[in-house]
Nanobody
Framework: QVQLVESGGGSVQAGGSLRLSCAASGDSNVTSYCMAWFRQAPGNGREGVANIDRYSSTTYADSVTGRFIISKDIAKNTLSLQMNSLKPEDTAMYYC?????????????????WGQGTQVTVSS
């Protein structure tokens, strides 16, 4: 059973940076899956932020392109999200997720494994 554990959330002022990490266990090859970061703000649905596939190709939501960078460390079985130039609208619970196969449309219901989430709060 794959387990994902996020860390690195916190509170920051607008314009600041945070780095989220997701430690994967239970399958040494989980970073060969499609892995992604999602976020969910109160009252909103879960939205995709960024994904990275088994070939390390990346996709970003328009709202974070140019500000966030997703990466993975295969040796450490970890996924990261570097978030720069943060805005108050980035405030949300951030989740790490993994799915077998290609990333494709990367809808939340396609993902097999989820972390418990880490809160990011950006103040103006």
């Amino acid at each position: 059973q794959v387990q994902l554990v996020e860390s690195g959330g916190g509170s920051v002022q607008a314009g600041g940076s945070l780095r989220l990490s997701c430690a994967a266990s239970g399958d040494s090859n989980v970073t060969s899956y499609c892995m992604a970061w999602f976020r969910q703000a109160p009252g909103n649905g879960r939205e995709g932020v960024a994904n990275i596939d088994r070939y390390s190709s990346t996709t970003y939501a328009d709202s974070v392109t140019g500000r966030f960078i997703i990466s993975k460390d295969i040796a450490k079985n970890t996924l990261s999200l570097q978030m720069n130039s943060l805005k108050p609208e980035d405030t949300a619970m951030y989740y790490c997720a993994a799915k077998w196969g290609v990333c494709g449309a990367w809808r939340p219901d396609e993902f097999n494994y989820w972390g418990q989430g880490t809160q990011v709060t950006v103040s103006s």
